[in-house]
């Protein structure tokens, strides 16, 4: 059974930056790539960024190209997702996903497994 738990969410203020990690246990990490996804209330999941098995290759969103940056230890079994010069409109529940694959996408319907999310709220 793979297991993913975020952390590292919290209050920030604009401008501010936050960490956050995903450890994930239960089957060969580095066989699969891995996503950030985020949903505020009342809007649709988006997808955020994602990496590939190897960390070779990343993708981002628009809204947080430059900004943001995902990267992963497989020795350690985790994906962090490096947050700088956050705005309010990034404020939401982050999620880490585990892909089916190992090339990283932008199709969360295409993310097994999930983990239980990580509140991010940026103020003003």
């Known amino acids: 059974q793979v297991q993913l738990v975020e952390s590292g969410g919290g209050l920030v203020q604009a401008g501010g930056s936050l960490r956050l990690s995903c450890a994930a246990s239960?089957?060969?990490?580095?066989?699969?790539?891995m996503g950030w996804f985020r949903q505020a209330p009342g809007k649709e999941r988006e997808f955020v960024a994602a990496?590939?098995?190897?960390?070779?290759?990343?993708h981002y969103a628009d809204s947080v190209k430059g900004r943001f940056a995902i990267s992963r230890d497989n020795a350690k079994n985790t994906v962090y997702l490096q947050m700088n010069s956050l705005k309010p409109e990034d404020t939401a529940v982050y999620y880490c996903?585990?892909?089916?694959?190992?090339?990283?996408?932008?199709?969360?319907?295409?993310?097994?497994?999930w983990g239980q999310g990580t509140q991010v709220t940026v103020s003003s």
């Open positions: 996903a585990q892909a089916q694959m190992a090339i990283p996408t932008v199709n969360g319907n295409l993310y097994r497994y």
């Open positions: 990496i590939n098995w190897s960390g070779g290759s990343t």
């Open positions: 239960g089957r060969t990490f580095s066989n699969y790539a």
